[in-house]
């Protein structure tokens, strides 16, 4: 059997495990303090509480006692550390593992796992985000995000305004239409345009397109996700992971407290405390945690001085994130910032070995290259290594 015969044979056995992954972006950047690296016992905790974990030893801030509920599914990084201050620069390199360059449009890392672990057969689209997210760049159509508004119901834009015949007849003219076009030196357009019509004709045709509508799920489980934007997004985060879809991400907004940082952050986490938990405790009892890789994670973290406006302001050096199934060994704890949180103290993880950890995870290879429109390779991950210990 050849190389590539090989390689094949592997991306096709992850497909048939479902591999996926779910990322949780909190936009805007959490502070560590309120978050997973409280810091009671010094004036830079700004005065914030602290809870016990299920795990002993382990202490999370206060306002977040469901996540702490499943500490020994999670593994928390208390040491992530960056060089991008600037929010679009640095959620553009967490979203795609490159800084900005005006020579390329980075396809997004979502774009690059769907690319080794998508299902071609599958009618719904590899990649779904709840929010705004980055796009699949130079690697065209088919990696695109399809982006929901309204978490839980049908999107409006998937509902055929005609029968399905009539549908399939407009479709057929269009595709004669366009071929006159095509041989007059827009090919390249014309296949691209139909690449995509393809795909939203499949998505609106679809039984699988049920997915999307969360109304047939028990009341008691839309209850414990939470009546929000992020709890519905959460549960259709599962739901499509469950129906093959290979990477969703699911957004809130907010988390730029520059002021006010405190009360903000109780007030989020009021949403997201109870959707996190209640979807890592649902993929686990439906067996679908270890195949599925979750994130927790914001593009940088926030000051230790509490300014004057009871905010805290942007801080790449130090800041947290979480991971959970995929083969991560939950309740522990990796690095540690000092003790002000000013800087890394123990085992420092920067942006590349995140998105290297993910890769492992999933089980592709974080290096495998795609040729750039300019001809460059480029790998999905350049640099960084695998935190080995997240790992059993």
Known sequence: MSFVDLVSLQAEQLRKEGRAIILLWMAGAPSQFETFDPK??????????VIQTKVPGIQFAQGWDQTASVMDDLAIIRSMTNKEGNHQRATYQLHTGYIPSGSVKHPSFAACVAQQLRDPDLDLPSVVSVGPTQGAGFLGVDYEPFVVQNPGQLPQNVASPVSEGRLEQRLALFNRLEESFAKRGGETVVQNQKQLYSKAAGLVLSPQTQAFDISGEPASLKKEYGDSQFGRGCLLARRLVEAGVTFVEVRSNGWDTHDN????VGTLAKEVDPAFATLIRDLKSRGMLE?????WTGEFGRTPKVNARDGRDHYPRVFNSV???GGIRGGQVIGAS???GSAIDDRP????DLLCTLCHSLQIDARYENISPLGRPMKVVDGGEVVQELFA
């Open 40 to 49: 009671p016992n010094h004036e830079n905790g700004g005065g914030t509480g």
């Open 261 to 264: 940082n405190f009360e903000r």
């Open 291 to 295: 195949r599925t890789t979750v994130l």
């Open 323 to 325: 991971l959970a199934g």
């Open 338 to 340: 000092s003790a002000d």
């Open 349 to 352: 993880v920067t942006v590349p």
